[in-house]
C-alpha cells in the first residue's frame, strides 16, 4: 500500500471509529479492498437506472445526488469530504438506482466493493455493529429531510439551512441546485434570500 492510500485508508478508520473502534483484524478484513478514485466534475459515481456496487469516502470534493422525473431534476442530498457516499438503496438490493450521484468538483474518493462490507458484516461482531449504527445514522437523516419537507415552509426550511450542521451547503454548491433540494424554484429561493437577508 503506497503513502497516499495508507493516509486515506487512514482517515476511513478514523471515520468509522465515530460509530464503532474496529479491531485489527476487523480492518483488516477491508483494507486490501481499498483504491482511490479521481473524478473529475460532472462526472458520475452512480448513475439512475444502473446498478451500483461501490462505496466511497470522499476524500476532497462534493457530490449531488439527485434523480430525473418528467425532464426535471429534483436534489435529494449532498456529500462532502470525511462523508461516505453511495447509492445505497441500489447497492443493498442489486436493483437499478433511482438516483444519480454526480461531482460538483473535482474529487478524490477511496472506494471498496458494497459485496465485501457485506461480508464483513457477517463475519466480524465489530462491522455488524457499524452496520447497524450507519444504517440508524441513514434513518434519522432521511426522517429529517422528509419531515423538514412535509412540515416546514420554504423560507422556514431556508432557514433551517442556515442554522444547521449544513449551512456550508451555501459557500461550496451553486445556488438553483439548493433551491431544488428544498422543493422550490430558484425564483423563489431568491425571493426568500432578499427578504431574510439583510442588504
Known amino acids: 500500500m503506497n503513502d497516499s492510500l495508507h493516509q486515506a485508508a487512514r482517515q476511513l478508520r478514523q471515520h468509522i471509529h465515530q460509530f464503532v473502534a474496529l479491531s485489527d ?16 466534475k460532472n462526472q458520475f459515481m452512480a448513475t439512475q437506472g444502473v446498478v451500483a456496487s461501490q462505496i466511497g469516502f470522499i476524500l476532497e470534493g ?27 438503496m441500489s447497492c443493498i438490493t442489486a436493483r437499478p ?29 465489530g462491522w455488524q455493529e457499524f452496520g447497524r449504527l450507519f444504517a440508524e445514522y441513514i434513518m434519522v437523516a432521511l426522517e429529517e429531510r422528509m ?3 412535509l412540515m416546514l415552509s420554504p423560507e422556514e426550511r431556508y432557514l433551517a ?12 454548491v451553486p445556488q438553483h441546485y439548493i433551491a431544488t433540494y428544498l422543493g422550490i424554484t430558484p ?13
Open 97 to 125: 438506482s433511482p438516483v444519480n450521484i454526480e461531482a460538483l468538483s473535482d474529487t478524490t474518493c477511496l472506494v471498496f466493493p458494497y459485496a465485501v462490507l457485506k461480508s464483513l458484516f457477517s463475519q466480524y461482531a
Open 161 to 172: 439551512l442556515l442554522e444547521g450542521d449544513q449551512r456550508h451547503l451555501l459557500q461550496r
Open 62 to 88: 462534493v457530490f449531488r445526488q439527485y434523480y430525473t422525473k418528467d425532464g426535471e431534476e429534483r436534489t435529494t442530498y449532498f456529500f462532502f469530504d470525511q462523508q461516505l457516499v453511495a447509492a445505497y
Open 147 to 149: 419531515a423538514g419537507l
Open 25 to 40: 483484524e476487523e480492518w483488516l478484513g477491508l483494507e486490501p479492498h481499498l483504491s482511490i478514485v479521481h473524478l473529475k
Open 187 to 199: 425564483v423563489s429561493m431568491s425571493r426568500i434570500r432578499n427578504r431574510i437577508i439583510p442588504k
